[in-house]
């Protein structure tokens, strides 16, 4: 497994921008596929983005050209810059990996995922 810590969360208003952070532990990191996920209180888990090890990626509809994710691994780090923030954005986003994950037709299941971060909140006023 890889250790993973989350950055760069905090208090925006809507239509700012965040950049979210992943600093991760591991010798094999490039291999990994690496997701953000999120959760708003009271409501079930969700695929955010990911990219896997050859750079392909996917997102969730509802952040489709607002979003975006890359990966250094020379860092051992992934990132999402996220634009156009909404308050519907408001949750606390997961930074998590796995070797295997495959996508399904809406993108990646965070039940699919191994290791996972502490969380970062995020919150966007109206």
């Known amino acids: 497994q890889v250790q993973l810590v989350e950055s760069g969360g905090g208090l925006v208003q809507a239509g700012g921008s965040l950049r979210l952070s992943c600093a991760a532990s591991?010798?094999?990191?490039?291999?990994?596929?690496m997701g953000w996920f999120r959760q708003a209180p009271g409501k079930e888990r969700e695929f955010v983005a990911a990219?896997?090890?050859?750079?392909?990626?996917n997102y969730a509809d509802s952040v489709k050209g607002r979003f975006t994710i890359s990966r250094d691994n020379a860092k051992k780090s992934v990132y999402l810059q996220m634009n156009s923030l909404k308050p519907e954005d408001t949750a606390v986003y997961y930074c998590?990996?796995?070797?295997?994950?495959?996508?399904?037709?809406?993108?990646?299941?965070?039940?699919?995922?191994?290791?996972w971060g502490q969380g970062t909140q995020v919150t966007v006023s109206s």
């Open positions: 998590a990996a796995d070797l295997t994950a495959r996508p399904y037709a809406l993108g990646y299941k965070w039940g699919d995922f191994s290791s």
């Open positions: 591991g010798r094999t990191f490039s291999s990994y596929v």
């Open positions: 990219v896997s090890w050859s750079r392909s990626t």
